[in-house]
């Protein structure tokens, strides 16, 4: 039984070597379909596929390129939008100023104005009132007078002709001090 392990052993290792064993027969012929496979996976398969890998490095190229150019573009949007966006808050700051000046204007105006209107409210207001105090004054010296009339003709019993009864009229008046009414009314 031994013999038989020897020989199996021997058949397996010197079967393995005759894969490594160096024919040089078998070396051509594995160079001659080597060169041949090859040159023909060089002239019909190699260059299209150096074409398709080129090609597809040509497109990854350009799709950079655009996306590189659409970031700048983005960016020159955005920083135009930004410029638009900080002239727009400062037109609206200016207008708001603007309208805040005008309605201060406004309010200065109608204060103005109210103020006129007050003056010559109070102007008419005293105007009225000395008219109605030189009236009230007439009409006193008025009444005074043709009291005085009146108690003369009963003290004296007679009519007076009317340049006594002016004179008398005068004298009564003399007598009598509007002076604080006219006072009252300047």
Known sequence: ????????????????????????????????????????????????????????????????????????????????????LAQAKAESAGILAEARKVADAQIQRAKVEAEAERQRRLEDTRKQIDAETVRAIDQIRREVADLTVEATQRVVGKVLDDADQRRLIDEAIEGLDFSVLERGRS
């Open 1 to 84: 039984m031994l013999d038989l392990l020897a020989a199996e052993s021997s058949n397996a290792a010197g079967s393995s070597n005759d894969l490594i064993k160096v024919v040089p027969g078998l070396m051509i012929w594995t160079l001659i379909a080597f060169a041949i496979t090859f040159f023909v996976l060089r002239k019909y398969a190699f260059g299209p596929i150096q074409k398709t890998i080129e090609a597809r490095r040509d497109r990854i190229r350009e799709a950079v390129e655009e996306a590189d150019n659409a970031r700048r573009e983005a960016r020159e949007l955005l920083e135009q939008n930004r410029a638009i």
